[in-house]
């Protein structure tokens, strides 16, 4: 698996490059043949014009007779063993070893990728057509995708049946396939695929129409001609049971049309679906009250912590109630750098703990890549351990190792806690070390777009820095899990996002962290 880490994706050009570089060698080769036959055609046939001026002379002419007799002997076997095609067989071979030794993509790969790109389109509300173009929020990424990309868009869609995106990817495949001089696709291939997906969609009548269409092109399309007929069904049946509705209707003179969804009226924010608010702050609709957000402040501190004397902190306040911090400046480039490097051969398809089973498994509520350090791997891994109990003022005895994260283009974690609820099987019961208390997550690297942490019921995202850390409580004093601590990671729009987290344990910070007075105290 490739696309899950952006960092994983850089041996993809390195294969790229190989296979360019053999494929000019192969052209090279190819054309030096080209230009050898084209020398001998044109030498030839100059000697060939000259002799039916004037056959009779021509041949009289000792030296002419003698050329004449090495052309079809010497020359043309020549001309043959130019004609030689091991150089494609070597080139065919190259190209199948390859596999053998350079990383490759998978189809999974490819449909990941792709539903990586839909997920993208949705979370950002992105143009399909401005996307093609080449353009992510206004800025020009990347060159145009062709009606043939779009159209292969589509049918990755297709075939995870997800007909919504089909729809518009095989209509830009449309759009794009009509302004093309060099098709790269047929129109029938786009019309099948958009046709059948109007359909499911719920519009019977222009998928009828769009086949039709195909059937202009191609007669005796099987699969549209079997389509139409069902379509022509459904239509009628469509009709029959319309007009049995309206019969019903008016002898009981009900209307009980339910309301559509913008007749409803959308009550206060915190109404909305989680996944709403997610979304929403992803995007950077929403934002915590000016009200709220006047009362956070920034300050150096020092917790009276030796230390910290020296190298204040510098606090930043994202959220008072749960309280959510962020550092700024507390990991240089150069432990960054180690903690990448030690981490990017190690990196596997993160998981997620199964709360029923306990299994860890993969889902694709969490995509990217992850491998763990521990203190003893290098200096740095541990100045950044002592840095955590330095900012927090916890102690790091009981806390998990050192994870690293790095997320590809559309790589995502969804609302979920950081702790363990109760009655759910995890893999801390074993450790005997308590529930994860809190969370200190670094930012590794700047995102360009996209890829905030948001706590879609504060309504606050955290934009990656490179450098800060971000810092709250995942238990109440208490012990009890702070549910409000939900938290999601968006999914990265551009650029690659590197996190490292550690998540500290009950165990051993009782004379650390002050119980409190009152219930569920934070
Ligand atoms: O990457 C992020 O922004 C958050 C990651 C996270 O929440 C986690 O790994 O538990
Ligand atoms: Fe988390």
Not at 3 to 31: C, H, N, P, R
Not at 120 to 129: F, G, N, R, V
Not at 368 to 380: D, F, I, M, N, V
């Amino acid at each position: 698996e490739l696309y899950t880490a952006l960092a994983d994706m850089e041996e993809l050009l390195e294969t790229e490059g190989v296979l360019i570089q053999s494929l000019s060698t192969f052209i090279k080769a190819q054309e030096d043949m080209l230009n050898r036959l084209k020398r001998y055609q044109s030498d030839l046939s100059r000697e060939h014009e000259r002799a039916g001026q004037d056959v009779q002379s021509y041949l009289s002419n000792p030296i002419n007779a003698y050329t004449l007799v090495k052309h079809l002997t010497t020359d043309w076997k020549d001309i043959e063993s130019i004609l030689d095609d091991s150089k494609i067989k070597e080139f065919q071979y190259n190209i199948s070893n390859y596999h053998a030794v350079l990383k490759f993509p998978t189809d999974e790969d490819l449909n990941g990728a792709a539903v990586a790109l839909m997920r993208l389109q949705d979370t950002y509300k992105l143009d399909t057509s401005a996307v093609a173009r080449g353009l992510i929020n206004g800025v020009q990424y990347s060159t145009a995708l062709t009606a043939g990309d779009c159209f292969e868009l589509g049918r990755q869609s297709y075939n995870n049946k997800d007909f919504y995106h089909t729809v518009q990817w095989m209509t830009e495949a449309l759009q794009r396939y009509d302004e093309e001089n060099n098709k790269t696709i047929t129109k029938a291939d786009i019309l099948e695929y958009l046709a059948f997906s109007t359909y499911m969609e719920g519009n019977v009548h222009t998928a009828l129409e769009m086949t039709d269409e195909l059937l202009t092109l191609v007669p005796n399309h099987n699969r549209a001609i079997g389509n139409r007929v069902y379509y022509l069904q459904d239509i009628s049946q469509r009709a029959l049971q319309k007009k049995k509705g309206e019969d019903g209707e008016a002898s009981s003179g009900l209307n009980s049309q339910p309301l559509t969804v913008s007749e409803k009226k959308l009550g206060d924010i915190e109404e909305l679906p989680e996944r709403e608010l997610y979304e929403r702050l992803c995007r950077g609709e929403v934002t915590m009250s000016p009200a709220k957000q006047a009362r956070l402040k920034c300050r150096y501190i020092h917790k009276d912590n030796p230390f910290l004397f020296l190298a204040r902190l510098r606090e930043e306040e994202a959220c008072l109630s749960p309280r959510i911090v962020l550092y700024h400046n507390v990991l240089a480039d150069a432990e960054i750098e180690t903690i990448k490097h030690l981490a990017q051969p190690r990196l596997k398809r993160a998981t997620v703990q199964n709360y029923k089973t306990g299994e860890l498994e993969v889902a694709s509520y969490r995509i990217s890549k992850s491998a763990w350090l521990r203190e003893e791997e290098h200096h740095h891994i541990a100045t950044v351990v002592q840095r955590v109990e330095d900012m927090t003022g916890l102690t790091c005895t009981t806390a998990e190792e050192l994870q690293v994260v790095n997320y590809g283009i559309g790589g995502h974690y969804e609302p979920h806690f950081d702790f363990a609820r109760r009655g759910e099987k995890n893999a801390f019961k074993s450790l005997g070390t308590g529930n994860r208390i809190a969370t200190t997550l670094f930012y590794m690297s700047d995102v360009p777009q996209g890829g905030a942490t948001v706590f879609p019921h504060l309504r606050v995202a955290l934009y990656p820095q490179k450098g800060t850390a971000a810092f709250w409580f995942n238990l109440h004093r208490n012990g009890e899990g702070d549910y409000r601590t939900r938290h999601a990671a968006c999914p990265v729009l551009t650029g690659s996002k590197w996190v490292s987290n550690k998540w500290l344990h009950e165990r051993g910070q009782e004379l650390l962290r002050k119980c409190g007075l009152t219930e569920n105290e934070d």
